[in-house]
């Protein structure tokens, strides 16, 4: 995980020159300058509106006596989309207004609980903490059919005692 996440780091800032090259050709330089410290004012002034929004939210869930766990969640994006939008380029402009702005922030919120934070705390808890907890059986029945390993047992395999499995 931590490789993709440093090839992402080197991945946009090129991109962004490589784009802010190409926007430069097509509107010149003035207008490209002039349209990157636009989109980082205009995002900013989201970042503070959805920023005092999110910290109303996260107080009245407080209040309620709910986890703000969502509320959580969108500051520390928000906080992703300042840094984004306070850097130079129309890429990573483009990334920050995605965390700013609120339909797009829930999509991103769903997915990152869901593929990100959900697996890692169950890792670190063994299934406790979100109640997939498996006391027997197979946890994974799916994995004995990615193998190809596939046990039938009949009547006759099993030998069971019923003595020994009554209580006394």
Do not use: C
């Not at 992402?8 to 509107?27: M, R």
């Not at 109303?56 to 959580?72: H, I, K, N, Y």
């Amino acid at each position: 995980m931590w490789k993709r996440l440093l090839l992402g780091l080197l991945l946009i800032p090129l991109a962004d020159a490589l784009f802010l090259v190409v926007v430069a050709d097509f509107l010149g330089w003035q207008r490209t300058v002039l349209l990157v410290v636009l989109t980082a004012l205009l995002g900013m002034i989201f970042v503070q509106f959805e920023g005092r929004r999110t910290i109303r939210r996260l107080q009245r869930a407080l209040v309620e006596g709910r986890p703000p766990t969502d509320e959580l969640l969108d500051g520390g994006f928000l906080i992703a989309a300042g840094a984004f939008l306070l850097t130079p380029g129309l890429v990573t402009d483009a990334i920050g207004f995605l965390l700013v702005i609120p339909p797009t922030r829930y999509v991103i919120r769903v997915a990152t609980k869901r593929w990100v934070i959900v697996p890692y705390i169950d890792k670190q808890t063994g299934g406790f903490a979100s109640g997939r907890i498996y006391t027997s059986g197979f946890p994974n029945p799916d994995a004995d059919q990615e193998r190809g390993e596939t046990i039938h047992l009949d009547e006759d395999d099993v030998d069971i005692d019923d003595e020994d499995t009554r209580p006394e």
